[in-house]
C-alpha cells in the first residue's frame, strides 16, 4: 500500500478541484476521477476543467453532497489502474485492456461502457478504408466497440506497405522487419494489445517479438498523428476515427500544427484493422465506492454525457455539456458487466502473458 501510494503522489498532478466552503463534513468528502493520457495534454486538460463544477451539481442532485471534486491526468494507462487498485482515485476514465488488466473481481468494477457514433468506415479489410474520403460518424447509430488500424504515412517504408495492400496483397512478417511502428501504453486496447493479437493471428508473432528499437512508445494519439506527418514512424496504431480527431492539425501550420500540404485522408492509408474492440470504461475503486454511490455515479454520467445546457465559459469545441466527452469520443454510455471484458482479458494474457 505504501508503495502504491507513492505511485499516486509522484505520477498525478491534480490539474483542478472544486471546492465547497458550506455544510456538515460527510463520511466521503471528496470524489476523485481519473484520466488516461491517451489525448493530447492540453485538449485532455481543457475538456475535463469543466467536470467538477458539472459533476459536483450532478452528483448533488442524486443525494450526494461531495465537498469537493477533483480530476486528474495520469502518465500512463497503467498508472490510472494502479490508482483504482490502491484506491487513491475514486474513478477512472480507462480503456478496456486497462480494465482487464488491473481488476481482479474485487479491487474495481467497469460501472459504464462508452458509446459513440458507428463510423462511415468499419470495414475488416484494410484497403476498403483508402478512398481518400473522410470518415464520419453517424451519432444516431451508437456502438460499443471501435477497431484498430494501423496507418501508414509518406515514408518510403509507409508507401511500400500501402502499395501491398492497396495492390490486394498481404503484408507478410518479414516486410515489418524494418519497419518502425508507433505504439501506446502496455494495456491500450487500441494502441497496443489488438494489434499484437491481430499480429499473432496473422503472423505467429506479438509487436514485442519484432525488433525492440522499431517498436516506438508515442505519446498519446496526438504524438502517433504527429510522428507519422514527421516521418518518425512508418505505421502507427489507433482508434479507427483518430486521423479525423486529428485532421485539423494535419493541415495546419499555427504552434502545434504538423503542416502537411495534403489532407490526414490523402496523405495515409490503412494497412491493418483488428476486430471490434469493447469501448472505453468508467470505472470505480470498489476500496471506496459502495454499490450506492457506484449508482449514483453511473448516473450522473449518464445524465452530463446527454446534456446540451450551454457551458458557463464555452472555449473551442467546448460548447455544451455534452461537449466535455468529446475527448474520448464518447458520445453515450450504457451500463456495464465485468464480463463484457473477458475477451480483453483473453487479448491481455496472449499479448502480455
Not at 58 to 78: I, K, N, P, Q, R
Not at 161 to 177: F, R, S, V
Not at 299 to 322: C, E, R, W, Y
Request: overall charge negative; some cysteine; hydrophobic content about 40%.
Amino acid at each position: 500500500m505504501v508503495k502504491k501510494i507513492a505511485l499516486f503522489v509522484l505520477t498525478f498532478v491534480m490539474i483542478i478541484g472544486l471546492a465547497s466552503c458550506t455544510g456538515e463534513p460527510a463520511e466521503k468528502t471528496n470524489l476523485s476521477v481519473f484520466f488516461v493520457p491517451s489525448r493530447d495534454n492540453a485538449t485532455l486538460v481543457q475538456g475535463i476543467s469543466y467536470l467538477p463544477e458539472l459533476l459536483k451539481a450532478e452528483m448533488a442532485t442524486l443525494g450526494y453532497d461531495f465537498e469537493t471534486v477533483s480530476v486528474y491526468v495520469g502518465t500512463s494507462y497503467e498508472a490510472v489502474g494502479e490508482a483504482l487498485d490502491a484506491g487513491t482515485a475514486d474513478i477512472g476514465f480507462i480503456p478496456g485492456g486497462t480494465y482487464a488488466v488491473y481488476s481482479d473481481g474485487e479491487n474495481m468494477d467497469v460501472a459504464l461502457t462508452a458509446t459513440r457514433g458507428g463510423l462511415s468506415k468499419d470495414f475488416s479489410d484494410a484497403k476498403d478504408w483508402n478512398d481518400g474520403v473522410a470518415t464520419v460518424s453517424d451519432p444516431e447509430y451508437q456502438v460499443t466497440y471501435y477497431r484498430s488500424i494501423g496507418i501508414v504515412g509518406q515514408t518510403t517504408k509507409g508507401r511500400e506497405l500501402a502499395d501491398i495492400i492497396n495492390g490486394g496483397g498481404d503484408i507478410t512478417w518479414e516486410d515489418l522487419q524494418d519497419a518502425k511502428i508507433g505504439v501506446q501504453s502496455v494495456t491500450s486496447s487500441a494502441g497496443r494489445v489488438y494489434p499484437s493479437l491481430l499480429f499473432n493471428e496473422l503472423y505467429g508473432h506479438t509487436l514485442a517479438d519484432l525488433p525492440a528499437a522499431n517498436v516506438i512508445l508515442v505519446s498519446g494519439y496526438g504524438g502517433a498523428a504527429s510522428a507519422l506527418a514527421s516521418g518518425s514512424v512508418d505505421i502507427a496504431f489507433g482508434y479507427a476515427d483518430f486521423r479525423r480527431d486529428y485532421a485539423d492539425e494535419w493541415i495546419s501550420t499555427e504552434e502545434g500544427g504538423y503542416s502537411q500540404e495534403n489532407t490526414i485522408w490523402e496523405d495515409t492509408d490503412v494497412v491493418f484493422v483488428t476486430e471490434g474492440v469493447y469501448n472505453d470504461t468508467i470505472t470505480v475503486s470498489k476500496k471506496t465506492v459502495d454499490d450506492d454511490l457506484q449508482a449514483a455515479i453511473e448516473q450522473a454520467f449518464i445524465n452530463l454525457v446527454q446534456d446540451t445546457t450551454p457551458l458557463a465559459s464555452p472555449s473551442g469545441v467546448f460548447l455544451m455539456v455534452k461537449d466535455i466527452f468529446t475527448v474520448y469520443s464518447h458520445e453515450g454510455y450504457r451500463t456495464a458487466d465485468d464480463s463484457d471484458y473477458d475477451v480483453a482479458r483473453a487479448a491481455n494474457l496472449i499479448v502480455n502473458g
